[in-house]
């Protein structure tokens, strides 16, 4: 997601959330994931919940950025899947920002835990929403019609095995005449998932599923008082978008991706933090969780908040907190470049505003170390990955 003009400004402490069990998932070999059972029906758990408080334990106050974020506006996502594979990045904790392409990567990586850090609590309010999307879809297409207020068809079964594309086909073909039904599911799932929520936290998921309702698959990403850019991608393209491979790469291009996502939601693996990644508490209490639970790093996705970092003279903050992480030598961080169609850039792809860049973690603390970072240009450009 590309960012525009931070404003951190200190907010209320978050007062919340969710309900922790620990479980491996087994890796898929490259393309489409190995099946999955179908899983289990979504737990209601308690306000004082482990997850409750395991996201109370590890948020830190929030803060104002100036974007909706609910799509990402990088286009180019999927281009760092295959190289993922090849690296060997699985299992793990996962770590990223932002919105739903965190799913994308978490369907291939498949950790066995994932933490969704953001310094916005409507961030926070929009995972609670996926959150309770996947507790009510029993496959994909009824999430999206969930998601975007449209009726399910009565084959809603022989959908399973339906490419993306005709998922997307039929989302456009159908008016919503069922947005005040999911909304009201929704609803009804997000007062049952044991979260502390507020009546203000209520509105806002409802205001940010309103949204897609009104703006279904032309949804694009904006920023709060300037029209959208004309290279961000609707929420159709990143539907449709495919790896550099040319396979369809969204967790919901294949049903057996977005089951593991699905199960790792009703198990409660995926904990949304309100937390700033230059900030005083929450990578480092994540970093100390992990260590508690003798688990490292496998991929933390950064989209391109390092540009802004850097920019604010925090970026020092932001390694010393890399620096708390558990990690291992196949630890990666994924972050975006925003080339806007210029080829300034070795890795990007001819038609694409955006370059998703894959390094190393050791590398880039090593490279810190030797004072080799002067620049926002010396880090997407030193000791990358090839993506191909």
Same mark, same amino acid.
């Given at each position: ?32 994931? $190995? !099946?999955?059972?179908?899983?289990? @029906?979504? /737990?209601? +758990?308690? %306000?004082?919940? =482990? ?5 109370? *334990? ?109 998922? $997307? !086909?039929?989302?456009?073909?159908? @008016?919503? /005449?069922? +947005?005040? %039904?999911?909304? =009201? ?5 997000? *007062? ?118 850097? /920019? ?77």
């Amino acid at each position: 997601m590309l960012r525009h003009r931070p404003t951190y400004v200190p907010a209320r402490l978050l007062a919340c959330l969710l309900a922790l069990a620990l479980g491996g998932q087994p890796f898929a070999c490259h393309g489409p994931p $190995a !099946a999955e059972t179908a899983p289990a @029906p979504a /737990r209601i +758990a308690p %306000a004082d919940s =482990a997850f409750a408080r395991l996201v109370a *334990r590890l948020s830190e106050p929030g803060g104002y950025f100036d974007t909706d974020n609910l799509i990402s506006n990088e286009r180019s996502y999927l281009h760092v899947l295959g190289a993922l594979h090849e690296h060997g990045v699985e299992g793990g904790a996962y770590l990223g920002v932002g919105p739903d392409q965190n799913f994308a990567y978490i369907a291939r990586i498949r950790p066995r835990i994932a933490f969704i850090v953001d310094i916005r609590r409507d961030n926070l309010l929009q995972h609670v929403l996926f959150k309770a999307l996947f507790a009510r879809a029993r496959n994909r297409l009824e999430y999206l019609c969930l998601l975007l207020g449209k009726p399910t068809p009565d084959d809603l079964d022989a959908w399973q095995d339906r490419p993306v594309e005709a998922l $997307a !086909a039929y989302l456009d073909a159908t @008016p919503r /005449r069922a +947005a005040d %039904a999911a909304r =009201a599911a929704v609803q009804e799932a997000t *007062r049952s998932a044991g979260l502390p929520l507020s009546a203000a936290d209520l509105a806002a998921i409802d205001r940010i599923h309103r949204r897609f309702i009104e703006e279904g698959l032309d949804l694009r990403f904006s920023s709060h008082g300037r029209t959208p850019n004309a290279y961000y991608p609707t929420f159709r393209q990143l539907l449709l978008e495919t790896d550099l491979a040319g396979r369809p790469g969204s967790f919901l291009a294949h049903e057996d991706a977005f089951r593991f996502v699905q199960q790792m939601q009703a198990r409660d693996l995926i904990v949304p933090v309100v937390g700033d990644l230059a900030g005083a508490h929450a990578l480092a209490a994540i970093g100390r969780y992990l260590a508690e639970r003798g688990e490292h790093v496998s991929a933390f996705y950064t989209s391109n908040i390092e540009f802004y970092l850097m /920019r604010q003279g925090r970026f020092a903050r932001f390694v010393e907190n890399l620096r708390t992480l558990p990690i291992d030598g196949r630890s990666v961080i994924v972050r975006s470049y925003f080339n806007r169609w210029s080829a300034d850039h070795p890795q990007t792809q001819p038609g694409y505003a955006s370059t998703q860049l894959l390094q190393t973690v050791e590398s880039l603390l090593e490279e810190y170390e030797r004072g080799g970072y002067r620049s926002y240009r010396d880090l997407i450009h030193k000791h990358l990955i090839e993506v191909h």
